[in-house]
Nanobody, 121 residues
Framework: QARLVESGGGLVQAGGSLRLSCAASGSIFRINAMGWYRQAPGKQREWVATITSGGITNYVDSVKGRYTNSRDNAKNTMYLQMDSLNPEDTAVYYC???????????????WGQGTQVTVSS
């Protein structure tokens, strides 16, 4: 079993920045794609960003140019640098990863427990 733990959330004023981390632990062979999702109060969870094992990134339009997704494969850790935050970015942010536990394992998705990001106006 793999475990994902997010950190770095908090309260920030509009225009500010936060950096989220997602650390994967366990007897991991390799991590394929990793991603970030968020869920605002009263709304469905939405996809925010994805990064492949090779570092190719994709973002939802609302965060393009403001968020930067990166990863350190040696540390099994992914990061989300969030700049120019606005109140609409307020949500619980979850990380997600396609983890292979062995060479023969095709992988399965794991989720973190989430970290709260609150942006005040």
């Amino acid at each position: 079993q793999a475990r994902l733990v997010e950190s770095g959330g908090g309260l920030v004023q509009a225009g500010g920045s936060l950096r989220l981390s997602c650390a994967a632990s366990g007897s991991i062979f390799r991590i394929n794609a990793m991603g970030w999702y968020r869920q605002a109060p009263g709304k469905q969870r939405e996809w925010v960003a994805t990064i492949t094992s090779g570092g190719i990134t994709n973002y939802v339009d609302s965060v393009k140019g403001r968020y930067t997704n990166s990863r350190d494969n040696a540390k099994n850790t992914m990061y989300l640098q969030m700049d120019s935050l606005n109140p609409e970015d307020t949500a619980v942010y979850y990380c997600n990863a396609d983890v292979r536990m062995a060479r023969w394992d095709s992988g399965r998705y794991y989720w973190g427990q989430g970290t709260q990001v609150t942006v005040s106006s």
